[in-house]
């Protein structure tokens, strides 16, 4: 169970289009849902949280602008990068998990996005 | 401050030995909860192991065991016979108690190369 699929997983698109990745919850329902950007060899930087009808929260430093997140039901959350530019170029990668609200309850994550701006 | 840190440069295991990853974390809270993910190259992230703050013995699961000490604010992954699958990046997570929404903070992660 708690499988998050994450769609595409590999984009390669010319500079200033725009590009969304979706975030699936399959088999449970998630009010919250996490997007990161990794680059090679580094951690998972936060992006933001998605709130399922609300706001998503950017962290600092995130341009909300460039990376909207709409997060339309309680499976479903996208991240969408506006006007891309090579240097947008990363890692995406989506989590959830199940609003249990023990510490115990790993978040699960999709499969990632490799995204390449020419 | 970093909430996790994990300082170990790369890290080459012979097949079959055990390998130990350090983390060490920094929080104020009583209630937390310690995560350890497993990264391969193809890049999805793996969920292996969890301990509780409140957890008396260490957290197993199958060849992963937490070497936790509380008083010193480390959770150290072992990885016992270790198998060339197991190469990979590992990255030690926390989530305490106040963070709302399960936040998780990430330490910068270990890389293990497996050899046989």
């Known amino acids: 169970g708690a499988v998050v699929s994450q769609h595409p997983s590999w984009v390669i698109c010319k500079s200033g289009t725009s590009v969304k990745i979706e975030c699936r919850s399959l088999?449970?329902?998630?009010?919250?849902m996490f997007w990161y950007r990794q680059f090679p060899k580094q951690s998972l930087m936060l992006m933001a949280t998605?709130?399922?009808?609300?706001?998503?929260?950017?962290e600092q430093g995130v341009e909300k602008d460039k990376f909207l997140i709409n997060h339309a039901s309680l499976t479903l959350s996208t991240l969408t990068v506006t006007s891309a530019h090579p240097e947008d170029s990363s890692f995406y990668i989506c989590?959830?998990?199940?609003?249990?609200?023990?510490?115990?309850?790993?978040?699960?994550f999709g499969d990632g996005t490799r995204l390449s701006i020419l | 401050a970093q909430k996790i840190t994990q300082t170990q440069p790369g890290m080459f295991v012979q097949e079959k030995e055990a390998v130990t990853l350090d983390c060490t974390y920094d929080?104020?809270?009583?209630?937390?909860?310690l995560f350890w993910y497993k990264q391969p190259s193809s890049g999805e992230m793996i969920f292996l192991i969890y301990?509780?703050?409140?957890?008396?013995q260490n957290a197993t699961e199958g060849r992963y065991s937490l070497n936790f000490q509380k008083a010193r604010k480390s959770a150290n992954l072992v990885i016992s016979a270790s198998q060339l699958g197991d190469s990979a990046m590992y990255f030690c997570?926390?989530?305490?108690?106040?963070?709302?929404?399960?936040?998780?903070?990430f330490g910068k992660g270990n890389q293990v190369v497996v050899i046989p």
């Open positions: 989590s959830a998990s199940p609003l249990t609200g023990l510490l115990n309850q790993p978040q699960h």
């Open positions: 088999d449970f329902q998630a009010t919250t």
């Open positions: 998605s709130n399922e009808g609300s706001k998503a929260t950017y």
């Open positions: 929080t104020s809270d009583q209630s937390y909860g």
């Open positions: 301990q509780g703050s409140y957890d008396e």
């Open positions: 997570a926390m989530r305490e108690e106040d963070y709302g929404n399960n936040r998780l903070a």
